[in-house]
């Protein structure tokens, strides 16, 4: 064998255990970030963030933006006022978590957060929906609203 013809092979050997090496079996390439669920993760931490700084009022307005949840007054102060309640409730504001991500189809967003309190962690879920475009590219730029908001302490159903 000639020596141009071992180093051929070398190196066709070597981009080979390149490859192998790169994925190997049983592994999984991680998939790609999901834009949409990324911008819904920010406006969800902006309101969690403005509810932990006691600037709940604000906080429901600027998350409601676009939401016929935002015209039903009385629910809506309702569960302010019970969202003012949670220091009192559970302890003082530690940080928050995403814990669940979950496209329903191509136009319905669940979100689940965990709320560390001192004493206590809190649920939040967030559903959002955004109106089926007739095209795709108006589709991907489709204005998402939130449709339900609530929070609970059952921590036991996120073991289900």
């Known amino acids: ?14 981009a080979v ?4 090496a790169e994925i190997s079996p049983g592994q999984t390439v991680p998939p790609k970030p999901d834009p949409v669920l990324q911008a819904l993760d920010v406006r969800i931490s902006s309101f969690l963030e403005g509810v932990s700084q006691g600037q709940t009022q604000n906080a429901y307005q600027d998350l409601l ?24 409730k559970y302890g003082d504001y530690h940080g928050f978590e995403q814990i669940a991500a979950k496209r329903i189809g191509a136009d319905l967003v ?7 309190c001192r004493d206590f962690p809190v649920v939040w879920y ?23 908001v609530r929070f609970d302490t059952n921590l036991e159903i996120l073991g289900l």
């Open 1 to 14: 064998m000639t020596t141009s013809r071992r180093v051929s092979i070398s190196l066709w050997a070597f």
């Open 17 to 20: 255990l390149l490859f192998v």
């Open 65 to 88: 933006t676009g939401s016929q949840l935002a015209a039903q007054q009385e629910p809506l102060k309702e569960l302010t006022e019970k969202t003012k309640q949670l220091q009192t």
């Open 110 to 116: 669940l979100l689940r957060y965990l709320y560390k």
């Open 126 to 148: 967030f559903t959002f929906y955004r109106t089926p475009a007739a095209d795709e590219a108006a589709a991907e730029n489709g204005d998402w609203r939130v449709i339900a």
